[in-house]
């Protein structure tokens, strides 16, 4: 197997779709899904470009309600392209006979590629290979070329290239019945001697979206001159056709190149204007393809890992690392946009930003931090939106919404529709305030790692005060308990939206909700005594009116909340939780193929989830994902808790037959905790698990509308957590490595501060390497620390350290 390569021999309608999304490229500016150029929107095949931050709200009538979706738009499709031999009808793989169909996604090249060999009714038989590329260097630029050679025949061969603005968003089955139309004609036209553009624009947020492309065309790699014709579809399409005297076994080429802009970016007076003067410069394909290429192996020498002896878990890390970083690249810097939960492969979830990131920054953290400073960026300036949003529920603070789009106001649907009854239900997500504390965590993890104290003195400090501002207005004193405790939220779990048989929202004294609280408010203590100097201190505390009373009740509260946990360490997930009813799991099994969405299939039979022990997803669990042992066992002391290291077997245990894993998230947790408690099959069960999540789509027609980012960055943090053992101190880097039997050799870079380590870890051997950033001068002497298995070694920049591990792999447990 090729680690670098996603490949696909034959053509299979089922799986296209999935295809598609899989073989999506893009450059954090902007994604295209890899539909072929051939094809419009069937049930088969769904064409997509969507670029980062363009959003569109529409209202429509559900329920006998009026309901406002902002929409990640699906932008004019670029990629159109097709041919025909003579007069006959255009190239369709319905239409005649497929002798041979191969798509290969190159990882390593960011390029995709399809070769087919094609039999039409009369029996001339054509070669057709695409190449596509979306630049990594040019972060408004793409390009498509395709190469015909007829094997069996000469005959006259007309090409169609065009941009389709005639489009809607129909990427996902369920948002089906609302309304979809987005995109309305501005103008279009051509430009020098062989270029077209079409500019388009939202109907409700008025976004310009041009498209500017040219069409060069070759003959045996020598470029020709056919004469080309315009042709327009109202205002919404336009077309270049041209027609060759083609000749048996001569090779035809069709060079696509294209720019994409919009009135949202940066610096750029006219969008129009600027999309036809860049692809203008664009001499061909491979000047494109050769800074592109160059990108990548850029890219690649800082974010690869390497996995000797497990050919699927090398291509699948590969293949999560590629996604990620055409997700979010450093391009990101100048775009005014989060990091949505699907990537830019599709339109699930709307495109909306969630608390994902929580599992996606550590990805960017140790590697490119100027993308997760980007990033954070996106929630400091939608600050004010989320200060609001406190205000309109008479909170303090700043309370982040559930889900966010271009403003930052809260944009989770108030009606949900259950695919399985084909009914709508009021919709409680928005309940999920444990939002905020993933932003002031990946805000606080992101600055404890890069040590980059510019972003924390100017914007992460202020966020992370007002999100602890607001987490103290929500607690409140229960004189009976004795301790602050929060209600009417809802935990990660998702499935317990309320109590059973009560009409409001929200359950009370989440467990993961309320030690993260305390968490958080530690954190902002921290800052305001032993971080900002006092001149900060005062201006910051005026600034988000923080007085010296609040900071008074933040102690307060960081030493008495409320946790649902006996003295034997089981903690219940939510006060309430162990007096519902047991689910009959094995009935269940017996009834459906798949009961990774119990919650909708207990609703379709009238029943609700919030009666039964069942979760979607771990949430208990996830404390044990996102703090360390010694953060855990500080918080739950503080609080009056006893802690004991049975705490993860016994919660692992207990919540491991009642987790249904109806999200991809689900099984990164459960692979961590199953590593920490030293069964290390099941940690690599559910590691690989996780690892099938998108590839092969196992929750059963959700990646075909958009990667989940939040698995594909767990996943390689997981690596690195639970094989490599990494963690990181104050310091220093510590690294605790444990192989799997079958693995021969791992290798991967992390950045630490303003250091890089390359690090080997193999059956016999240990070998790390720091290397300063190249800005950074240390004197010859100075050691780096780092902890392996326990032991400090101190490292001399630019030198090899090795060091034997035959005693390294023994089983590890708390």
Known sequence: MNTWKLTYNKFDPEEENLREALCT????????????????????????????????????????????????VNCPNWLALNFRIGDDSWFTR???????????????????????RWQDNKGRITLIENHRIVSMANPHAGALRCTITPENYSEPITFRSGIDGLIINAGVERYKQLIST?????????????????????????????????????????????????????????WQDFTINATQGERYSVEKLVSIYTSRDQGVANNCDKAQETVSAIESFDHLYKPHQAKWKALWKKFDVEVKGDDFVQLTLRLHAFHLL????????????????????????????????????????????????????????????????????????????????????????????????????????????????????????????????????????????????????????????????????????????????????GINNNAYTNVMVVWVLQKALHIIDDILSDEDKEALLIKTEIDE???????????????????????????????????????????????????????????????????????????FYVLNIEELKEALERLGYSFKKSIFKKNFDYYLKRTSHGSTLSRVVFAHVAGLIGNTEQSMEYFVDALKSDIYDTQGGTTQEGIHAGVMGSTIDLFLRSFAGLHIMEDRICLDPHLPQHWQEIRFHVRYRNIWFDVTVSKDSLRVIAEPLSQVSLQPSTKIPITIKGKTYQLQAGKPHTISTKALFSLRTL
């Open 25 to 72: 490229l893009g450059n954090g500016y902007f994604g295209t899904r890899g539909a072929s150029p051939e094809n419009f929107a069937t049930k088969v095949h769904y064409p997509g470009t969507y670029i980062a931050g363009v959003y569109n709200t529409l209202p429509t009538e559900v329920a006998s309600r009026t309901i406002y979706n902002e929409d990640f």
């Open 94 to 116: 319905n239409a005649g006979k497929i002798l041979t169909w191969k798509v290969e996604l190159n990882l390593q090249r960011g390029m995709l590629s399809r070769r087919i």
């Open 182 to 238: 987005h995109l309305e004609p501005l103008s279009h036209g051509e430009f020098g001697e062989d270029g077209v553009f079409l500019q388009m624009k939202t109907n409700q947020s008025q976004i310009e979206i041009t498209e500017a492309i040219r069409t060069l065309i070759y003959q045996n790699g020598e470029r020709i001159f056919p004469k080309v014709s315009i042709l327009t579809h109202g205002r919404q399409r336009i």
């Open 326 to 505: 055409q997700s979010a690249s450093t391009y990101n810097e100048d775009i005014d946009a989060g990091m949505p939960v699907r990537g830019l492969h599709g339109e699930a979830y709307r495109g909306h930003i969630f608390w994902d990131e929580l599992y996606i920054f550590p990805f960017y953290n140790l590697r490119a931090p100027e993308i997760t400073r980007a990033l954070l960026m996106y929630r400091y300036r939608r600050l004010p939106a989320a200060k609001e949003n406190a205000k309109q529920h008479n909170y303090k603070g700043a309370m982040y919404p559930w889900q966010t789009a271009s403003t930052g106001e809260e944009v989770t649907q108030i009606v949900h529709l259950n695919p399985m009854s084909g009914t709508w239900g009021p919709d409680y997500s928005s309940l999920q305030r444990h939002v905020s504390l993933a932003v002031a965590y990946n805000v606080w993890t992101y600055y404890y790692t890069t040590g980059d104290r510019d972003f924390l003195d100017r914007y992460g400090a202020e966020m992370i005060l007002e999100i602890a501002h607001f987490w103290s207005s929500i607690a409140k004193r229960d004189k009976k308990k004795k301790k602050y405790v929060i209600e009417g939220v809802m935990g990660p779990d998702e499935f317990h939206e309320k109590y059973p048989g009560v009409a409001e929202g």
């Open 549 to 623: 009373e609040e900071i008074a009740r933040w102690r307060n509260i960081s030493h008495n909340m409320f946790v649902p946990i006996d003295e034997k360490g089981f903690i219940e997930q939510f006060e309430g939780y162990s007096e519902l009813e047991e689910l009959n799991w094995d009935e269940y099994k017996r009834k459906y193929d798949d009961i990774h969405r119990i919650d909708r299939i207990l609703k379709a039979e009238g029943l609700s989830p919030d009666s039964y022990k069942v979760a979607k997803q771990a949430d208990v669990l996830m404390l």
